[in-house]
């Protein structure tokens, strides 16, 4: 018996289960269903599992890369402790 190899094609996965998306994006389950809501991800059920384009997934990061592009963005020093009341520092 003969075995036929033939060349291992890769294939990207073209959708994700909402726990891959997460880990993709780098966010919580709130902000995935929030994106999902706002129609910037797009998803289908399949059956009841939901299911999310990665497109979808790069289209959004692509839009977000875009948005910040020309943008310098200037780190502030992080303030440690309450935030001041604005009317009482006016005050002193």
Known sequence: MSVCKTPSLEVAPLLAKPKEARRMLACGNTRLYELLGTGELES?????????????????????????????????????????????????
């Open 44 to 92: 289908f059920l399949d059956g009841r599992s939901r299911k999310i384009t990665v497109d979808s997934i790069r289209r959004y990061i692509a839009q977000r890369l875009a948005s910040t592009q020309g943008k310098t963005t200037q780190s502030q020093p992080r303030r440690r402790g309450r935030p001041r009341n604005p009317t009482a520092v006016a005050a002193e």
